[in-house]
């Protein structure tokens, strides 16, 4: 209640003020509200959410291009600004905010963790995403395979479908579930490109760890080709749940134009 | 500038203090033994997964004493803010019948640890904010630079809820694990007052304060 109260005090001077940064003005109007003031999650709307808005103080990002463990590069960042997460609270951005609030707000995110002050070791960059090395033919069977091989049914099940591991905990300590590769809104990107470098990666501030080193480059492929095999079509009326979200349209709407 | 941003002023945690130069060491050495009166962990921790390849159960490695004397305690300088600078060390972190070997070890900041599976089963090695690796069985050691300081929890996600392991990550070099004897040794430290900390997983932490002219300070410290 009293952060809401902090909130209305500055309201007025949001607008107001010339001479207040630009990527601060753009943080507290869009982002405050469920990221909280100081950045840590804790925002008045916070309560409501699941799973909770990030923690921006820990320098835990769930969708990088980067080695378990690092922060992300701005890319990552302006990715995941623009795309929002689909089957979170997480809005698109993209259409609603210029290039240059975009840019000013990340500026404001990497304030919260120190350890955006460093700058990022050539280790650290595990993938760029303008350049991957490339696909190898589909083989599903071969993704069967290093689905058992690395042990995955331990947690999303030996049917794909998730929620095996009842333990599981982020690292709020929140309880959370292993994804349904069957019928879940993949939070991180539809494609075989985000599914790729989620699990080349791992997923950050949750159990999901980077099988970079574990698994080869094809062997890690052949995997999304398993994953995207398990999909189940959607019945009739899901199609009345799953009809394009805003998520999507703006991901195609950015496809289609340039994003810097 | 409004008054009111003042409320909102951005609290960031204060980068490193330390600063490492050469010749700004001592050649004061630390030396003394924790000890404690708390009984040594008897408890077996029922293996809930994987029982083939980990057995029934794990001892518990929570508190290891024997004859009062305290082990895998870590002693260091807190706080200090100028002294010699860091050796990057070579450590490892296996993964054997289904426990972290060894359970409790300090480095300095930029050291890498080389992270092991021997078990013919996955363990994801999730150390905290640092790591998470997914290591099924026979996957080689995998190198990791431990850049961040602080204390780092050791966990497994993949069903071993029994496993559990810390590095402490230090960014000067004024740091020590105790073994079996509970002794210390920390060695070239400047002279000078500092707060001499001990921390332990289950029994806590407790700091002295002690002033180093150069020569040897014993601190014998009871953890209760």
Known sequence: ?260 | MSPFMLLLAVATTPADAYEGLEGAGGSGVLTGKITTSQPASTEKLPVTQDGEVCGESVAAEFVLVKDGNLQNAVVFLDGIEKGAPITKSKATLDQKGCVYTPHVQAMAKGSSVSVMNSDAVMHNTHAGTSFNFGMPAGTPPTPKSMRRPGLVPVNCDAGHTWMSAYIYVFSHPYFATTGADGTYKIEGVPDGAHKLTVWHEKLGTKTVDITVEGGEVTTDIQLD
Request: with cysteine; hydrophobic share 35%; aromatic share 8%.
């Open chain 1, 1 to 260: 209640m009293w952060r809401l109260l902090g909130l209305a005090l500055v309201w007025p001077s949001l607008s107001a003020a010339a001479d207040v940064d630009l990527g601060e003005r753009v943080y507290l109007r869009n982002c405050a509200m469920c990221h909280g003031v100081k950045g840590d999650g804790k925002g008045p709307a916070a309560r409501a959410l699941q799973p909770a808005p990030r923690d921006f103080t820990t320098g835990e990002y769930k969708f990088r291009s980067t080695d378990s463990g690092s922060v992300p590069t701005d890319d990552d960042l302006r990715r995941t600004i623009d795309l929002g997460v689909p089957g979170t609270e997480m809005p698109a951005w993209g259409p609603l905010l210029t290039s240059e609030e975009r840019d000013a707000v990340i500026d404001h995110i990497k304030a919260f963790c120190e350890w955006f002050e460093e700058e990022l070791y050539e280790d650290e960059i595990i993938l760029d995403p303008a350049n991957l090395p490339p696909r190898p033919a589909p083989d599903v069977e071969a993704g069967r395979a290093v689905y058992v091989k690395a042990e995955c049914a331990k947690c999303h099940g030996d049917d794909g479908r998730g929620g095996v591991n009842e333990d599981l905990e982020d690292s709020s300590g929140d309880a959370i579930k292993a994804f349904d590769f069957t019928r879940g809104t993949f939070r991180g990107g539809q494609s075989g490109a985000d599914v790729f470098r989620s699990l080349t990666t791992g997923i950050g501030g949750t159990p999901m760890p980077s099988f970079l080193v574990a698994l080869s480059h094809d062997e890690r492929w052949h995997l999304v080709d398993y994953i995207e095999s398990l999909r189940r079509p959607a019945g009739p009326l899901q199609y009345l749940f799953r009809a394009p979200t805003w998520n999507h349209l703006a991901a195609e709407r950015l496809a289609a134009k340039e994003v810097k």
